[in-house]
């Protein structure tokens, strides 16, 4: 037979419960921004979600603009917009003191800001950001620049790494990062605070709520409960703190339509065209029906155009699209549908989209067969340079957590044989920051076609229409072996 508890206890248990942290409002809906971010405080790290212009709060990072209190701000983002937009709006009100971002891509303001010493950056890989712990994290020996001095002189450089073997192999140790608040854009909202994303907005957003003490969710619909379906629900409703209506249209950073492959080559004088077709051409070749394949920007995107008869592959985007179509027709351009190159694109049939975290889960997974890249630099035995040399800063991307993995993602370059000047850049030792070590599997270009070993290093297998062995030699300072069985580019 059961007996109650002893009425010593009862005062006790209810004096607990009564005391217990009050439970945060069901209903999260906010008047305005503003209303939704008076609590923000200066001196926070803030997680900022978006890819390019698609999935930015823009409602929000305007509000925290008319904020001037609001500084010596962290904050975490991808990239940070453009000058005028998005966060390059607090970039300009010097409302923010470091940025960690894996991109700076063309926003000149953030680079100018970077190396005069206005600005400290974190250089971060994306799917370090996505994930917080990534396996490959930016340059693991340190020295990267985190800010300058006004004179151009490094005030402070980023502390080395630790890191660990695990099966063989090394692995950076990451800090994870911790959001004081998250600023984050949804397709549909309910008080409830449930949301759902649209196309390829969720890139980093979701990842982003998730992880900040109070997330701020901006909708362009806000719905009522059950208007969402259980099962279309992408971020619950326990993450969001406040939910509030989007304004403004939204804006798409470069606008691109589907045109032919030779339009999309050109790129200065006749003689440069006809050197990135030479590439893309030969780069195309490198597709196996069935692969899973995930494309740099410039030419590696164009190389799908040349597909051979009767391959087909399937195409990732490290922003959340597996399944990644052409550009579109006029007048079907949808902001909420981008590449890593911030151009408009289309699904291709039976794509599937997610958050970023996911896409790196992929890739570092080894699940994607072959990449394609650009470089800068490529060194005799595979390592990488490819995204910053003295005096511009372009950023890391993806492009780290690409090449962690080259036993199962083989990794091929496309580039030009040399740089705007005439120097090589095949060299013995890559002299700008690694984007990965002994990482690439063949080399591209205008002149010749490499197989790289990282143990051997070079073999030229292809030769150029009108190229020798000695003009290549002359151009390339590395030191290579030539193939018994040479041939003709393809």
Aim: with cysteine; charged share 25%; net charge neutral.
């Amino acid at each position: 037979m059961s007996r109650p508890f002893p009425t010593v206890f009862r005062p006790i248990w209810r004096r607990n419960f009564c005391i217990s942290t009050p439970k945060r409002a069901i209903d999260k809906r906010c008047n305005s921004a503003s209303e939704a971010v008076q609590n923000m405080k200066g001196s926070s790290t803030v997680l900022v979600g978006g890819f390019g212009f698609s999935g930015v709060p823009n409602t929000l990072i305007n509000s925290v603009r008319d904020r001037p209190d609001i500084t010596d701000l962290t904050v975490v983002s991808n990239n940070a917009g453009m000058p005028g937009v998005g966060l390059g709006q607090l970039l300009e009100t010097r409302q923010v003191s470091k940025m960690i971002a894996s991109f700076i891509g063309e926003n000149k303001m953030f680079e100018k800001m970077y190396l005069s010493g206005d600005l400290a950056l974190e250089l971060t890989p994306q799917g370090t950001i996505a994930e917080k712990c990534a396996a490959g994290a930016a340059v693991q020996t340190g020295e990267l620049p985190v800010r300058y001095n006004k004179d151009g002189s490094v005030a402070e450089t980023s502390k080395p790494k630790e890191t660990r073997q695990f099966n063989g192999k090394n692995y950076i140790l990451e800090e994870s990062i911790f959001g004081d608040y998250a600023l984050v854009k949804v397709h549909k909202a309910d008080r409830l605070g449930n949301c759902q994303f649209r196309k390829a907005m969720n890139n980093f957003n979701e990842a982003m709520a998730k992880n900040a003490k109070y997330t701020i969710v901006e909708a362009d619909h806000i719905v009522e409960v059950g208007e969402i379906a259980p099962e279309d629900i992408h971020l619950q409703g326990i993450y969001v703190n406040k939910v509030i209506q989007s304004l403004g249209e939204k804006q798409i950073e470069k606008l691109t339509f589907a045109k032919d492959p030779s339009e999309m080559l050109k790129a200065g004088s006749g003689e440069a065209t006809a050197r990135r077709e030479r590439i893309v051409k030969r780069a195309a070749k490198e597709f196996r029906d069935g692969m899973y394949v995930n494309l740099g920007i410039g030419m590696p995107l164009i190389a799908p155009s040349y597909l051979p008869e009767g391959v087909e592959v399937v195409l990732q985007a490290e922003n959340g699209i597996l399944g990644l179509g052409g550009y579109p027709q006029p007048g079907e351009e949808d902001p909420d549908l981008i590449n890593p190159g911030k151009e408009t694109v289309t699904l291709g049939g039976g794509a599937s989209l997610f958050g970023s975290h996911e896409s790196f889960g992929m890739i570092r997974a080894g699940l994607i067969d072959l990449t394609m890249l650009g470089a800068l630099q490529v060194s005799q035995y595979g390592d990488l340079a490819n995204f910053m040399l003295p005096g511009k800063v372009k950023g890391v991307g993806g492009a780290m957590d690409l090449v962690a993995n080259p036993e199962k993602t083989k990794v091929v370059v496309t580039m030009e044989h040399v740089d705007k000047k005439g120097n090589p850049k095949i060299l013995p030792e890559c002299s700008f920051p690694l984007t990965g070590p002994r990482c690439v599997w063949k080399i591209i270009t205008d002149l010749a076609v490499f197989n790289v070993s990282p143990t051997t290093g070079l073999t030229l297998t292809e030769y150029a229409e009108g190229v020798t062995v000695n003009e290549i030699r002359s151009k390339t300072a590395a030191p290579f072996k030539v193939a018994d069985n040479l041939k003709p580019m393809l």
